[in-house]
């Protein structure tokens, strides 16, 4: 025999599903929102860095001239936040550090250059700062300042490996350029809010190229 369900159970039911389903429900809705969000911001960076690095190689621009900022300014940097900015995005919520790279052999460098002279390094030679599209000065790079060693092969023809590249990233004489962008996040939903204090504050990635 089926039993009949008594007065007020189906109330009761509905009940303990609003207090233990629905805020565990709500909790997986907002975290995959944020998720995707972080996501989705991330692959937009991940591609304007390597855009960037790509369209500075492509139009070969000397980071000697005096007109390189403005250079890399109108034909990298721009084209990046095209990209990356969204409808709705604050363009001064983004920084960009394009950095030269170039390798040096140690007997054809003074004591001056940074390691060992006698050492074959891979250093930052040049670097320049934007921030919200325009021109900016700063010190935020996460690869290091200008005459930073990137890579190093010590005097005896080992390899540091504590450095970032190894020398074989770039032949005598050869040049190269790393591009880093930032972006201030914020979260999106009030879970991300909650957990902010785990949550990135700025988002980073960057390319070699």
Do not use: H
């Not at 990209?83 to 007997?107: A, F, M, N």
């Not at 935020?140 to 005459?147: E, L, T």
């Not at 990137?150 to 005097?155: D, P």
Request: with cysteine; charged share 15%; proline share 4%.
């Amino acid at each position: 025999m089926f039993m009949r369900a008594r007065p007020g159970c189906r109330g009761q039911s509905l009940i303990e599903f609003c207090l233990i389903a629905l805020p565990v429900l709500i909790v997986l809705v907002f975290g995959a929102l944020e998720l995707g969000a972080f996501l989705g911001c991330l692959n937009r960076m991940t591609a304007s860095a390597r855009e960037g690095a790509r369209m500075y190689m492509r139009w070969n621009i000397d980071a000697s001239l005096a007109s390189a900022s403005s250079d890399i300014q109108t034909r990298v940097v721009t084209p990046m936040m095209t990209s990356v900015v969204q409808t709705g995005e604050l363009t001064s919520s983004y920084k960009v550090v394009v950095s030269t790279l170039k390798r040096l052999d140690g007997p054809n460098r003074s004591t001056s250059t940074p390691a060992n002279a006698n050492d074959d390094v891979i250093i930052i030679d040049k670097q320049f700062y934007y921030a919200g599209g325009a021109s900016s000065t700063g010190s935020y790079s996460r690869i290091g300042a200008v005459d930073s060693v990137l890579a190093q092969n010590l005097a005896n023809g080992s390899p540091d490996t504590s450095k970032i590249l190894t020398l074989d990233y770039l032949a005598s004489g050869e040049t190269s350029v790393c591009v880093e962008i930032f972006r201030d996040y914020t979260t999106l939903t009030p879970l991300g809010k909650i957990i902010s204090g785990i949550t990135p504050t700025t988002v980073y990635d960057k390319c070699f190229f």
